[in-house]
């Protein structure tokens, strides 16, 4: 931007209780990290953030963690002088800035870089969205669409330049492994078994799912952290699902461990042979695994997120016959017409035959998406270039696209 440190605020308003702030956590640490950005994290609900930011004082309106400045956003009151506005103003998944702040936006010489991070999606008409802009109907002011993705025409994927590195270098190391799972009171025959990470919501048909482990053909360990699915949880185990809860019952055992920061989930999802995720951070994380992965997709009215669920399988493209049907049935989506509808016992007999296909698809899956470059980078890279084509006015801007 300049040869002077380029400052950021990124608001986040959460609605999925870890997605939302997961992402902006994230984006926010490896923009300070990385690029050596001014970072300020606007975030609404700091209890939710605290789950995955031990560090985080609640109380507080104003802190420093990790290098990001977060700030308690309290509501859309306030007045903005020009002077604390960003040189590049991201509001995450069109939340609404505060009134106050566009207006010093607005006032603001040069006015910022205005973006709107937009959620991930595999379907076709992100490509035609990504990068287009949108004029503030008042005020001379432009904002631009930025959206993840899994293609070129998109802004690619969440990644810290170093995560491959630490992937590889861990899931390299058995005895890491071992130690890393021992903490959380995982046996040595329990981690024998084929391990799954399990992070869900309330409404996943996890009985089903359980009876179908409980009966399978080899031993699975499941580790669920602590307030994920405790009510399914609970009823397995008998008892309040709670950190360190364990119960074995034919070839399943269940286990509670922690809830823990992301630094930690990470190495969660690269120890296990299989990571049940949901929303859209965890999502992103176990692609980066390289390990197979069933995705629970955040719901939508009218079903929307079928359609979503069912354009990133359709690219995805898994081998074997088994990750569609049972995505699909694990998010409510089977056709009732369609083999869809076999049974969990068969549909999760035939997922384990197709494991070691499905682990070398992850794989390369994963080299794949590397190429794309990182969000990250990416978003800066289409700041810059925003930056230079603007002369003061919103109508320079409207022809710029991401390159």
């Given amino acids: ?162 995560l491959d590195q630490q992937r590889a270098q861990f899931q390299a190391d058995p005895a890491a492994m071992a130690a890393f799972l021992a903490q959380y009171g995982v046996s040595a025959t329990e981690a024998a078994a084929t391990r799954v990470s399990l992070f869900c919501y309330p409404h996943a048909p996890l009985s089903a799912l359980f009876e179908a482990w409980e009966q399978g053909g080899a031993a699975t360990t499941c580790l669920v952290p602590h307030g994920v699915a405790a009510d399914a949880a609970g009823a397995f185990l008998g008892a309040p699902a709670l950190a360190g809860a364990v119960r074995t019952r034919g070839m399943l055992t269940l286990r509670v461990i922690p809830f823990v920061a992301q630094p930690d989930y990470d190495r969660l999802l690269w120890a296990c042979d299989l990571n049940l995720v ?20 955040y719901p939508q009215d009218e079903n929307l997120h079928h359609k979503k669920l069912r354009a990133f399988l359709q690219r995805y493209a898994a081998p074997g016959a088994s990750l569609a049907p049972l995505s699909l049935r694990w998010n409510g989506a089977a056709d009732h017409a369609a083999p869809e509808l076999a049974g969990w016992p068969a549909l999760w007999r035939q997922f384990q035959a197709d494991m070691p296909d499905l682990a070398r698809h992850a794989a390369a899956w994963e080299q794949q998406m590397l190429a794309l470059g990182d969000l990250a980078g990416n978003l800066l890279k289409f700041a810059e270039l925003l930056r230079q084509h603007k002369d003061g006015g919103p109508e320079k801007n409207s022809g710029i696209m991401p390159g």
């Fill in 1 to 162: 931007m300049s040869d002077n440190t380029v400052s950021l605020a990124l608001f986040c308003k959460v609605v999925d209780n870890f997605g939302d702030i997961g992402i902006c956590w994230r984006l926010a640490r490896q923009l300070h990290a990385e690029h050596g950005i001014d970072v300020t994290l606007w975030v609404d609900d700091l209890l939710s953030f605290a789950r995955l930011c031990p560090d985080l004082d609640c109380g507080a309106a104003l802190q420093q963690v990790g290098g990001v400045t977060v700030r308690h956003w309290r509501g859309q009151g306030g007045a903005f002088a020009p002077a604390e506005v960003a040189d590049i103003v991201i509001e995450f998944f069109a939340c609404d800035i505060p009134p106050g702040y566009i207006e010093a936006m607005a006032a603001r010489t040069p006015r910022p870089v205005w973006l709107n991070l937009e959620g991930l999606s595999a379907e076709e008409w992100v490509e035609g969205c990504h990068g287009l802009p949108s004029m503030h109907p008042r005020l001379p002011l432009t904002k631009h669409f930025f959206f993840p993705g899994f293609t070129t025409k998109t802004g690619g994927l969440l990644r810290e330049s170093t």
């Fill in 278 to 297: 949901r929303g859209e951070d965890s999502f992103v994380r176990a692609q980066w695994a390289g390990r197979p992965f069933i995705w629970h997709i």
